[in-house]
């Protein structure tokens, strides 16, 4: 699905996070260029990351849209009762972090984020947000290569994030390190496979292939929910466990289902200019499913399925 806040993931690094370093947009945002020299573990530098949605005005607003309509698939019983000190790895622009913040009181998040403008938009809609005031850091960072120290936080928090990164096992590895043992991690990732949509619609699927064609080509992975079990047990966590969340929208429940389109459309369009730009579909086809997507919307027995994959595991 390419759900994605802000293409790479990020954080601070000299000392851990706790809830007296928040900046909430107040006195102190640690804002940390990303890997300035130092190499990686092998001795290279880390991969570029493509995020195939840009960084629009756009899409910083169908960032928090979608927050808000998959938030009760995302957010429903998660293990984070009672935790004081989270890590949120690919923070994007703050949408993930509202929720948890209003869902968990007792929370302080590091919000961990790689683009400068999108941690810069997280501080400007965080800073409106109430009861995110005090309660949140923000630091710019290759999450490959976290500076914080071990053993830092009581949790993570991962969404859409691991399908922009060429290399998702080194950003659990280093997630797990700076966990403490016993410490609860989620991560939210997409299985593009799972997309069906009802009428037939050509064009919308040739632009589907494309979409993950082309995410592939710039170090990302459209299928990445369905191998969640292997990463995060390869890199030491354990009680691993996954679970298939499913959107399936009929004639049942036709305002969902309106709803959902009108987001999966969003979706999909905010990828054209990229795709677009670097000649992977035409103008046709966009325009060809522009009208598919209407159809389908306004079809009374149209049909809607996506699958995603969230795991749960302990550090």
Request: net charge positive.
């Amino acid at each position: 699905m390419t759900v994605r806040h802000a293409g790479a993931a990020g954080s601070g690094r000299k000392n851990p996070a706790g809830p007296g370093t928040a900046t909430a947009g107040a006195k102190r945002t640690v804002v940390k260029k990303p890997g300035a020299k130092k190499p990686t573990a092998e001795g290279t530098a880390p991969k570029a990351i493509g995020y195939l949605h840009g960084y629009s005005a756009e899409e910083r607003d169908r960032l928090r849209r979608q927050a808000r309509i998959l938030e009760p698939m995302v957010h429903d019983r998660l293990p984070f009762l009672r935790r004081k000190n989270m890590v949120e790895i690919g923070s994007g622009v703050g949408a993930q972090t509202e929720i948890l913040l209003r869902r968990f009181p007792d929370l302080h998040v590091t919000c961990v984020e790689r683009n400068p403008k999108q941690l810069a938009e997280a501080k400007r809609f965080l800073g409106t947000v109430p009861w995110a005031k005090l309660r949140y850091r923000l630091a710019e960072e290759d999450a490959t290569r976290l500076s914080f120290p071990r053993d830092s936080f009581d949790s993570a928090f991962l969404c859409w994030i691991l399908e922009h990164v060429p290399e998702p096992a080194r950003v659990l590895s280093e997630t797990r390190r700076v966990l403490q043992p016993g410490s609860p991690i989620v991560v939210n990732e997409v299985l593009n496979a799972t997309f069906f949509i009802d009428p037939y619609s050509p064009s919308t699927l040739r632009y589907w292939m494309a979409f993950n064609d082309h995410q592939i080509e710039i170090g990302g992975d459209p299928f990445v929910g369905a191998k969640l079990g292997n990463l995060l047990q390869t890199v030491g966590f354990r009680d691993v466990r996954t679970e298939v969340k499913t959107f399936h929208f009929d004639n049942r429940t036709p305002g969902e289902r309106a709803e959902f389109l009108a987001y999966w459309s969003d979706l999909l369009l905010s990828g054209a200019p990229e795709l677009l730009a670097a000649k992977k579909v035409s103008a046709d086809v966009v325009e060809g499913m522009r009208r598919e997507l209407d159809r389908v919307a306004r079809d009374p027995s149209s049909v809607f399925f996506y699958s995603f994959i969230q795991a749960v595991a302990i550090a």
